[in-house]
Nanobody, 119 residues
Framework: QVQLVESGGGLVQAGGSLRLSCAASGDNFYISKMGWYRQAPGKERELVASITGGNRIYYIDSVKGRFTISRDNAKDTEYLQMNDLKPEDTAVYYC?????????????WGQGTQVTVSS
């Protein structure tokens, strides 16, 4: 069993920055992939960024050049540095991890953290 705890959300003005953290805890495991989704009111959840153990990184086009995803393997923690925030970034952000366990892949989700960007 694995738990993810998110932190770092909040209210900022347009152009500001936030850094989201997502820490995984539990028994020994290997994280094969980590990332962040977001869901704005009235919209479907979308993948914002992801990173694999091989450091393959994906960003949705709307955040390229502004957001940076990273991971700290020693802490089993992923981060999303969010710069030059825009009102359209307002959403609940959910972290996830994909774990290899017994030859299968298991997905876990954080509780979500609210990011609100005011103009």
């Amino acid at each position: 069993q694995v738990q993810l705890v998110e932190s770092g959300g909040g209210l900022v003005q347009a152009g500001g920055s936030l850094r989201l953290s997502c820490a995984a805890s539990g028994d020994n495991f290997y994280i094969s992939k980590m990332g962040w989704y977001r869901q704005a009111p009235g919209k479907e959840r979308e993948l914002v960024a992801s990173i694999t153990g091989g450091n393959r990184i994906y960003y949705i086009d709307s955040v390229k050049g502004r957001f940076t995803i990273s991971r700290d393997n020693a802490k089993d923690t992923e981060y999303l540095q969010m710069n030059d925030l825009k009102p359209e970034d307002t959403a609940v952000y959910y972290c996830y991890i994909t774990i290899a366990n017994g030859g299968s892949l298991l997905n876990y989700w954080g509780q979500g953290t609210q990011v609100t960007v005011s103009s």
